[in-house]
């Protein structure tokens, strides 16, 4: 793909259309900054963030196959700027592709629903890809560092990966799901400096919190207190789903471990927009429960 017209079709999914708008804002303000076109599927359905399967697997992958194929009817790759959505929708996709040669009578199944529905059948010519591997592989970080102004210099990053992005598919193109790099080599393109620390990659407990909330909120306070010991000013997360669990539920963390934290949580495209100059409340870093303003702080 040709960095000078990069085009995607945009999958926002539900969270950042909802609890996290700030992470559709700041979508939204990065690309326009970048040149980088979005079309949105205003038709697209929830992926199911993993929990369609738990009933059928048909219906996990007949929603995600129309997903797919509306950005497929637009020839474009499908982008998604949430963890769970690339591993669930990436995850089909990727299971979809192999059965196309493997068992071509269950994707015949999936295209009849989806034309019972009205919809364009899924034919596999396509891919999923998170805004960080756009970035990465598309953009490119020697072209994403010309376009800084406003360098992060001082500030010191702990990414957290979480699962999905990771470890949801067979095969992860553009990092390595055990030791990734991508998120930390954005850091340094932008002129943070980024904190390593054990708990990067691993759950951020949010799939717990819905029924076992104070194991869920002990794994989010042990990842914040990592990152803390380990230097961070700030987590930043490709994963609205986790953005919730350690920014939005850090009050309820700190009660559960008796500790006070208060360490800001920002969204990836957050942060590579501050340092592209684009101003905090267009970003919607007032909209945090926990108080950004030490990172703004150290850009001063």
Known sequence: MSTSTLKYAYFPGCVAQGACRELYQSTGALTKALGIELIELKKAACCGSGTFKEDSQL???TVNARNIAL???????????????QGVIGRVDERLKDLHGKDPSYVAQINGLLQ?????????????????WALVADYG???LEK????RLSGLKCAAF????????????????????ESMENVF??????????RGRTQCCGWPLSSYAPKE???????????????GADCIVTPCPLCHLNLDSRQPEVEKVIGKRLGLPILHLPQLVALALGISPKELGLDKHVVSTQSVLAKLK
Do not use: N
């Not at 019972?116 to 960080?132: A, I, R, W």
């Not at 376009?147 to 406003?150: D, E, I, K, N, P």
């Open 59 to 61: 219906l996990e992958d």
């Open 161 to 180: 990966y979480g699962c999905y992005l990771l470890r949801a598919q067979k095969s992860v193109t553009y990092d390595d799901p055990f030791q990734p």
């Open 71 to 85: 950005a497929e009817s637009l020839q474009l790759p499908l982008l998604t700027h949430c963890s769970t959505c």
């Open 116 to 132: 019972k529905d009205g919809c364009s059948p899924y034919q596999g010519t396509t891919e999923v890809k998170h805004l960080l």
């Open 147 to 150: 376009q800084v102004t406003r």
């Open 216 to 230: 869920s909120f002990s794994m989010a306070g042990m990842h914040i207190q990592e990152a803390i010991a380990s």
């Open 188 to 197: 340094r393109a932008v002129g943070a400096t980024p904190i390593y620390y």
């Open 141 to 143: 970080l020697e072209r």
